[in-house]
């Protein structure tokens, strides 16, 4: 029998995947398009959207490259045993990966279509699993909506430009008065495609119909108004939305309005009704600084992301700075892990190991010696939650 595992936090990225994960039906309770629609449903219009995607994807090295070198799988801890047969077992057989409990979530959430909250620290790698599967399933650029204290429903699913329309109605007007457009049925016509004045969202493009789920990033959910999680339960339960300006016009006419997406492709919108065919992959980030309903904690599957140990670090160094620099700055990494263990400096970013390699490799091999002395150190190792004028405290209560 195969893997269950459709995302395997591989950083390869294959057609199999991709058939995998269609080929799992979703639960009853988790179907949004019955079956009747589905036999009927257009794949070529799907295929043409995929493939837009992914040459939209294509283009976007910066993500590429964050999902290409994030690290989900790593060396797993050796197992416990001094049996030289379990010491060679196979990774894909190692139960020790710290990673593994992220990746079953991952998976759950594919089979579930529910939505991911994933936990942790800052800069251990929450942001940059959505963009992991995204290219691991190869499912076109990553939908990323950042939440701030002023975010409401209604900015991730549209935004309609209606000041846009007035000044176009006010000019073509203009023009028909001093007889330079001669076809009023046409002007009349034109205004009638209200879609030209909306765009859709990150989050309304996310729940287009389409066989291929697309991946949503909401980022920070922490920072959001106390009504946003409750805006979203129903939308996350329902898989749709109206878009009330089309909805009126539905009424009076047959042909679905075309709208841009958040991608800048044209989609039509029939009956101002957007209803997901596969619940998109969502995934939420947050830093554990506030609770949620518990209505909404129910509809997501929560996991945390682990701090890393050495060895994961060894990985992230190894693909962001090469194979080279892992060896050559062995110390500064276990420097790193001790700092993270101890309970003053425990919330240490991973970027910031990075950008102290990345500076060390910079200069003569004997800058980095004497870690204790290095000004680089004391500016670079500071804790998220412990700062006073940019400077780290020490035990003693003066900045070092």
């Not at 990323?144 to 699913?157: E, F, M, Q, Y």
């Not at 909401?218 to 939308?235: A, F, Q, T, V």
């Not at 009076?252 to 989609?267: K, M, N």
Request: glycine share 6%; hydrophobic share 35%.
């Amino acid at each position: 029998m195969t893997d269950w595992k459709i995302f395997q936090g591989s950083q390869d990225s294959a057609d199999e995947k991709l058939k995998q994960l269609l080929s799992v039906e979703a639960p009853s309770w988790r179907q949004f398009i019955d079956a009747e629609k589905a036999a009927v449903w257009d794949d070529k219009t799907d295929e043409e959207y995929l493939h837009n995607l992914q040459e939209i994807a294509a283009k976007k090295t910066r993500d590429i490259q964050r999902g290409e070198r994030f690290r989900l799988r790593i060396a797993a801890s050796p197992p416990p045993t001094s049996d030289p047969v379990d010491a060679e077992m196979p990774e894909s057989l190692n139960l020790n990966n710290e990673y593994d409990e992220v990746i079953e979530a991952v998976n759950a959430g594919l089979y579930l279509r529910r939505p991911l909250m994933i936990a942790g620290r800052p800069g251990s790698g929450k942001t940059s699993l959505a963009y992991a599967i995204a290219h691991e399933l190869n499912l076109g650029p990553v939908l990323l909506w950042p939440i701030t204290a002023r975010s409401v429903l209604k900015d991730g699913l549209y935004q309609y430009d209606a000041i846009a329309r007035l000044q176009d109605a006010q000019l073509s007007e203009q023009m028909m008065k001093v007889g330079q457009s001669s076809d009023v049925g046409k002007v009349a016509a034109d205004f009638k495609k209200i879609g030209q004045y909306i765009r859709l969202g990150p989050v309304g493009t996310a729940f287009l119909p389409s066989k291929y789920p697309r991946v949503l990033l909401i980022d920070e959910i922490d920072k959001s108004d106390i009504n946003l999680p409750n805006e979203l339960l129903n939308l996350f339960e329902e898989g749709e939305f109206e878009i009330p300006e089309l909805k009126r016009l539905s009424k009076a006419e047959t042909s679905p309005q075309e709208v841009e997406t958040d991608d800048g492709l044209l989609r039509e919108i029939p009956k101002g009704k957007v209803r997901c065919r596969e619940f998109p992959i969502i995934i939420m980030t947050s830093n554990a600084e506030r609770d949620f309903p518990p209505a909404f904690y129910r509809r997501c599957l929560r996991v945390a992301m682990p701090n890393p140990s050495k060895v994961a670090l060894k990985e992230i160094v190894k693909a962001h700075l090469g194979p080279g620099n892992v060896e050559r700055f062995n110390h500064v990494i276990q420097a790193f892990v001790d700092e993270q263990n101890s309970d003053e400096f425990s919330s240490l970013p991973t970027d910031q190991l990075l950008n102290l390699i990345y500076l060390f490799a910079k200069q003569p091999q004997a800058a980095s010696q004497n870690l204790e002395k290095s000004t680089l150190k004391k500016l670079l190792f500071n804790p998220t939650d412990n700062m006073s004028g940019g400077a780290r405290i020490s035990r003693g209560g003066s900045p070092q």
